[in-house]
């Protein structure tokens, strides 16, 4: 019974967690009345792409050392992706479509899907689940 309520509360974080990150996302847009910050959250549906198509779905190929050439392009769709989910605001406020507020509230965004990402990586690491 412990493992399940346990199981829920994790479970239960990841969602706030994500939930939090996407509830910034928009307001970076509604707050300034600029969509354009929307933008980045293409790169967000765009990261776990490579897990899904060439690691199974699992983030295991991630932290291995081992592979050929598809987990290697994958490795590297998922870098380019995640760099992408930060370039994206500071190209956008280098061009002065957004405000520096909306990019710094698109970086705490990024930055908490980030941690959400890796505790469901630590999460699944164990064997509990």
Known sequence: MTIC????AVLAGLAFMFSASILLQILACALYNNWWPMLS????VLVPMPCLFFGGGSTHFLTSSEGGGW???AKF???ASAVGSVAIPTILR???LIEA???WIEFV???ILVC??????HVTLEDDW
Do not use: D, E, K
């Open 41 to 44: 959250a293409l790169m967000y």
């Open 109 to 111: 965004s990024f930055f």
């Open 101 to 103: 507020g909306a990019m």
């Open 116 to 121: 959400t990402v890796l505790c469901f990586h």
């Open 5 to 8: 309520l346990s199981s829920f």
């Open 71 to 73: 987990i290697s392009a």
């Open 94 to 96: 280098h061009a002065n």
């Open 77 to 79: 769709l998922t870098g």
